[in-house]
Antibody
C-alpha cells in the first residue's frame, strides 16, 4: 500500500527540540522531493520545508529557517524533521507530503495522517 | 513569495445546489494550481491539479478552471460529504509552496 506514516510528535517546552519521522512505503521513495506541511489549530495549511530526492538540496519557510532541519534516509525510506528552539507558534499538526511526480513542481497527491506537536510550558 | 487569496471565507449552500469557490494569485502561476479538500481530523485530499484536472477517484461533480491569477473550483451538485474546508495551492514558483487561507463550505 502506498502510504506515509508520521511519528515523533508530542508536547515540548519552549526552546526545546523534537524530531519527527515520516516512514514511506509502496513507492520509489528516493525519486521524490518530499515536504513537511503544518497546520496550527483552527488555521490553514503552511508549507514548512522540502528536501530533493537525493537529499542534497533543502529549502525552508522563513518562519522556521535556522531552527528546523529536514533530512532523509533513502535506505530506510524515511523523512525527518529536526525541530530546535521550538516556539509556541510552532504548535501544529505536521504532515509529510509527496508530489504527484518526481519534480517538485507538482501538487501533493499523498499525505500522511499527521502528528501533533504542542509547544507549551 | 506568491500570495494566494481565497473567497469567500465561508460559503453557505444547500445540498443539490452548485458551489463556486474562488482563488486568486498575487502573480501568474500559469496552470500550476491545485485544490484540496479537508475534513475535520483528516489530512488534505487532492481534488484538482493543473488547475482543471481531477485527481484519481475524484467525482465528476468537482471541476476546476482558470489560469494565470484567477481560478475557480465548482461543485456542480453538492452532496452531504462535500461540506468541508477547501484550499488552493500554487506550485509554479517554489519554494515556497503557498496555500490560500481556505474556504469553509457549510450547509
Amino acid at each position: 500500500e502506498v502510504q506515509l506514516l508520521e511519528s515523533g510528535g508530542g508536547m515540548v517546552q519552549p526552546g526545546g527540540s523534537l524530531r519527527l519521522s515520516c516512514a514511506a512505503s509502496g513507492f520509489t521513495f528516493s525519486g521524490y522531493a518530499l515536504s513537511w506541511v503544518r497546520q496550527a489549530p483552527g488555521k490553514g495549511l503552511e508549507w514548512v520545508s522540502v528536501v530533493i530526492g537525493s537529499g542534497g538540496s533543502t529549502y525552508y519557510a522563513d518562519s522556521v529557517k535556522g531552527r528546523f532541519t529536514i533530512s532523509r534516509d533513502n535506505s530506510k525510506s524515511t523523512l525527518y524533521l529536526q525541530m530546535n528552539s521550538l516556539r509556541a507558534e510552532d504548535t501544529a499538526v505536521y504532515y509529510c507530503a509527496r508530489p504527484r511526480g518526481f519534480h517538485g513542481r507538482n501538487a501533493f497527491d499523498l499525505w500522511g495522517q499527521g502528528t501533533m506537536v504542542t509547544v507549551s510550558s | 513569495e506568491i500570495v494566494m487569496t481565497q473567497s469567500p471565507a465561508t460559503l453557505s449552500v444547500s445540498p443539490g445546489e452548485r458551489a463556486t469557490l474562488s482563488c486568486r494569485a498575487s502573480q501568474s502561476v500559469s496552470s500550476n494550481l491545485a485544490w484540496y479538500q479537508q475534513k475535520p481530523g483528516q489530512a488534505p485530499r487532492l481534488l484538482i491539479y493543473g488547475a482543471s484536472t481531477r485527481a484519481t477517484n475524484i467525482p465528476a461533480r468537482f471541476s476546476g478552471s482558470g489560469s494565470g491569477t484567477e481560478f475557480t473550483l465548482t461543485i456542480s451538485s453538492l452532496q452531504s460529504e462535500d461540506f468541508a474546508l477547501y484550499y488552493c495551492q500554487q506550485y509554479n514558483d517554489w519554494p515556497p509552496y503557498t496555500f490560500g487561507q481556505g474556504t469553509k463550505l457549510e450547509i
